[in-house]
């Protein structure tokens, strides 16, 4: 939506402000940045600075309530400052600039009848330039707070936008080789009336079922995380046959820990893609979830052909991608490592509890 320059818009004029309006959700998600208190200490030392310098320019008698209503002004002010600040729109800005502007009247013509024409010669001019002052940094605060909010909707919607196009990309990491050589083996097997065929489809109709809809989550629990990787396990092992062994271990309590779709799976993958089937004798994967101290660890260990200099060296889209998504949903608490044994390779993906860091 587009909207005319403020110069050419008439209702500014009477009503200025900014056109944007938020949500109660928008600003509960953007608008919880703290009210900088260096405003607070810059506004009351400026009031006494002002206050000093007119001292000797009032009449005796009436400095002491100069001083004491400027602080009260100050006071004042600022209040409205915050409240703007928790709830910058258009109308709260000119419904205190209307009642600042009534205030100040009110107080011109209250000296004007108490102490005469004199005292409103000298104070007219100082309240005008103050409230002028005044309703000129509430007007800067209220747009500035405005675009800060709408910055940081901004930034949050791109980090949703990354969010998504990284489960996009963990969905597209499903091995195109891995699906066309389980649907040729299958098709062989179909063929040739092989026993092997029964199994393997439901195997890999369970993987298929699990897999697709999964990455449009932003977190799955490892039981189900567990569940897709067997699922994908006993496809392999079908194809594989005795070149692949493999076992499951994971503690019950951990069984709704969360972790970012396809996590486990894609260590799973690289260890059938780079040890077990690489390696003519084949081997075997362990998977295991179990709680060390303050820590979570989540295994995939091989005994194949191990860690190339390549994948030593590097990650590739998989690791990368599930090392970004750990630190999307844990933050600086999770990490990934790659191990190489003798002979094989461990991953691991350990998580702190709260209040504690990955080193």
């Given amino acids: 939506m587009t909207h005319r320059p403020y110069t050419l818009d008439w209702t500014q004029w009477i009503c200025p402000g900014p056109r944007r309006r938020f949500s109660a959700l928008e600003l509960r998600q953007a608008g919880a940045q703290p009210w900088p208190r260096g405003i607070d200490h810059y506004v009351y030392s400026n ?161 298929l079922r699990a897999t697709l809809p999964m990455f449009e989550h932003e977190s799955l629990p490892l039981g189900q995380e567990l569940q897709i990787v067997a699922s994908y396990l006993e496809v392999m092992q079908a194809r594989l046959g005795a070149r692949l062994a493999w076992r499951i271990e994971a503690a019950p309590e951990l069984q709704d820990l969360t972790l970012p779709p396809g996590a486990l799976l894609t260590l799973v993958e690289n260890a059938i893609g780079h040890g077990i089937e690489p390696a003519l004798r084949g081997g075997r994967i362990d998977v295991r979830a179990y709680r060390e101290g303050a820590a979570l660890r989540l295994e995939v260990q091989d005994d194949g052909a191990g860690l190339c200099a390549e994948t030593a060296s590097a990650d590739g889209l998989g690791l990368a991608n599930t090392r970004e998504r750990l630190q999307q949903l844990y933050g600086a608490r999770a990490s990934l490592q790659l191990q190489a044994q003798e002979p094989g390779c461990l991953a691991r993906i350990t998580i702190h509890d709260e209040g504690e860091q990955s080193p």
């Fill in 47 to 207: 009031a006494l600075i002002l206050a000093a310098v007119f001292y000797n320019e009032l009449p005796r008698g009436l400095g002491l309530w100069v001083l004491l209503a400027s602080l009260c002004m100050s006071v004042a002010s600022l209040l409205t400052a915050r409240w703007l600040w928790r709830q910058p729109t258009r109308k709260n800005l000119n419904l205190a600039s209307w009642g600042a502007v009534l205030v100040s009247l009110v107080l011109i013509f209250g000296l004007a009848k108490v102490h005469g024409k004199e005292m409103l010669r000298f104070a007219a001019p100082v309240l005008v330039a103050g409230i002028t002052l005044v309703l000129s940094a509430w007007w800067f605060l209220t747009l500035y707070r405005v675009q800060q909010i709408e910055a940081r909707l901004r930034e949050l919607a791109d980090q949703e936008a990354s969010q998504r196009l990284a489960r996009r990309l963990a969905t597209a990491q499903i091995q195109p080789h891995f699906l066309f050589n389980t649907l040729a083996s299958l098709q062989h097997w179909v063929d040739t009336q092989d026993s092997r065929a029964a199994g393997m489809l439901r195997s890999f109709t369970r993987y």
